[in-house]
């Protein structure tokens, strides 16, 4: 850290402190509280099973957001990424469009195998 970002973050704690705040403590505890991640947030609920497809159901989103993956290799990268500079556990959800098959797969046939790439 730079002297002037070391005196901001002691005039922080002091601040924080002076309410009650323990702010290490409070780092500690940050540190194991998991943070989970829905996949769905690196490409606007596209998925991979049918990427052509048209989002339905209900979905309220365009699956148009600027700056998306547009496949399962920018998704993994974006997720390694944001999960590199999150501190402490973290939890990934797959949905079941998420799975990477060169075939159709039903959804009761779905298997952990299916997400093996994206895990």
């Known amino acids: 850290m730079t002297t002037q970002l070391e005196q901001a973050w002691e005039i922080a704690k002091q601040r ?53 993956a547009r496949n399962a290799s920018e998704l993994r990268a974006d997720l390694e990424q944001a999960m590199s500079l999150i501190p402490g556990p973290k939890r990934l959800n797959l949905h079941a469009l998420y799975l990477e098959s060169d075939t159709p797969v039903s959804r009761n046939e779905i298997k952990p195998e299916h997400f093996k790439k994206l895990g």
Not at 48 to 64: R, V, W
């Open 16 to 68: 924080y402190a002076s309410v009650g705040v323990d702010v290490e403590e409070a780092l500690r505890q940050l540190d194991r509280l998991p943070v989970s991640m829905h996949c769905w947030q690196g490409d606007d609920v596209v998925g991979f099973e049918n990427p052509e497809g048209s989002l339905t159901g209900g979905i309220q989103a365009t699956g148009n957001y600027p700056g998306k």
